[in-house]
């Protein structure tokens, strides 16, 4: 069973920064994709942004600018710089993974269990 736990939501006035991290455990040979993605209350969950092994990067365009994915793949860990927060970034953010639990078998897709951000003044 593999786990994702994110950290590191709150409140943060506008303008302000967030990081937030996910680190992954359980029984993982290895990650090729881990992501962030978000839900506000009322709209559908979204990508925000998306890092895979190798590195290459995808931002949601309105955030491409201010937020900055990182992973470190000996900790299996993902990070979601978030700059310049607007209140309407406030949101549950997800983590996301695809994950190879052994060598030569599926990618499987896991969650976290989600953290609040709020933007608010």
């Known amino acids: 069973q593999v786990q994702l736990v994110e950290s590191g939501g709150g409140l943060v006035q506008p303008g302000g920064s967030l990081r937030l991290s996910c680190a992954a455990s359980?029984?993982?040979?290895?990650?090729?994709?881990m992501a962030w993605y978000r839900q506000a209350p009322g709209k559908q969950r979204e990508l925000v942004a998306s890092?895979?092994?190798?590195?290459?990067?995808n931002y949601a365009d309105s955030m491409k600018d201010r937020f900055t994915i990182s992973r470190d793949n000996a900790k299996n860990t993902v990070d979601l710089q978030m700059n310049s927060l607007k209140p309407e970034d406030t949101a549950v953010y997800y983590c996301?993974?695809?994950?190879?639990?052994?060598?030569?078998?599926?990618?499987?897709?896991?969650w976290g269990q989600g953290t609040q951000v709020t933007v608010s003044s």
């Open positions: 890092i895979a092994s190798p590195g290459s990067t």
């Open positions: 359980g029984s993982l040979f290895s990650i090729y994709r």
């Open positions: 996301n993974a695809d994950v190879r639990v052994r060598p030569g078998t599926a990618l499987y897709n896991y």
